[in-house]
């Protein structure tokens, strides 16, 4: 025996032991929202008996179910893409201007934001989107973008201490401005972390729940996806097999997603953080 098997063998046991953590739940959210109520009361942990598919039937068919897919849809397409525009603008005049004062204050201003838990500004942005009557999806859009900047900023920044100066400058050379020169150079370099950045915020707006709350709870066709798997688990409570049903339907597209851009996601942090 190697001297390296008793710690594979720990290893791999966290491994499983962590798996089943995630693979119970998944496990058991698809396999009652696939039986019928019947099934459910017989043993709740039981794989289904067949393909029953009438549970995500009647989640699609209540009212506003689509209205609040395309709600969420919107709400983080739209957010990505600022993202995608305002994240490495801003990351690549910090980082090519660390040695003044002015940017070197801005970026741990803005990385300070790491270190304030959302629930200490919940209350201040209510009220304040609220006298701006930015209540509202586009206010909700505003403050996704708004608050990716802390990560988005601090990991564009450590990928860019690695792209050199020489580039910028032979741009510079060949009669490109600073604009040409990040567009055409940079960003195209800035891919990888880029990735890294839209998927991460992805998987984080459209599952999430508190912002929402406090900004579109007012009325039923401004919900997402959250709140309406929220609100109808209260109506529902009951009858496990819609409530699980409607956790299922809400979970698939960012699940698939996430599986075929996982690689991206690893091998963005790892490059951002040698670089």
Not at 21 to 33: G, Q, S
Not at 125 to 144: A, F, K, V
Not at 215 to 241: A, C, G, Q
Request: net charge positive; proline share 5%.
């Amino acid at each position: 025996m190697s001297k390296n098997m008793p710690f594979r063998i720990l290893s791999y046991s966290f491994l499983g032991i962590g798996s089943l953590f995630i693979l119970i739940p998944v496990y058991l959210t698809i396999a009652v929202a696939m039986k019928t109520r019947e099934e459910t009361t017989r043993n709740f942990f039981s794989p289904p008996s067949s393909l029953y598919l009438d549970n995500f039937i009647n989640v699609m068919n209540k009212s506003n179910f689509w209205t609040v897919v395309l709600n969420s849809t919107v709400i983080t397409v739209a957010s990505l893409l600022f993202m995608l525009l305002f994240i490495p603008m801003v990351s690549y005049a910090i980082s090519r201007n660390m040695k003044h004062v002015y940017y070197k204050a801005v970026y741990f201003l803005i990385l300070s934001g790491i270190f304030v838990p959302f629930q200490a500004v919940m209350l201040p942005i209510y009220r304040h989107m609220g006298s701006l009557e930015l209540l509202n999806q586009t206010g909700l859009i505003i403050m996704y973008v708004t608050l990716s900047f802390a990560q988005g900023i601090f990991l564009c920044v450590g990928f860019l201490k690695n792209i050199p100066l020489e580039l910028d400058q032979a741009s510079k050379i060949d009669g490109c401005g600073v604009w040409l020169t990040f567009s055409r150079i940079i960003y195209p370099l800035l891919m990888p972390i880029i990735a890294t950045i839209l998927i991460l915020n992805s998987l984080w707006i459209w599952n999430d729940f508190q912002l929402p709350l406090i900004m579109l709870n007012r009325h039923p066709d401004l919900w997402t996806l959250p709140l309406f798997i929220y609100n109808f688990k209260s109506e529902v409570s009951f009858d496990y097999t819609l409530a699980f049903a409607a956790f299922a339907l809400s979970m698939a597209p960012i699940t698939i997603m996430y599986a075929f851009t996982q690689k991206l996601i690893i091998g963005g942090l790892t490059e951002g953080s040698i670089k």
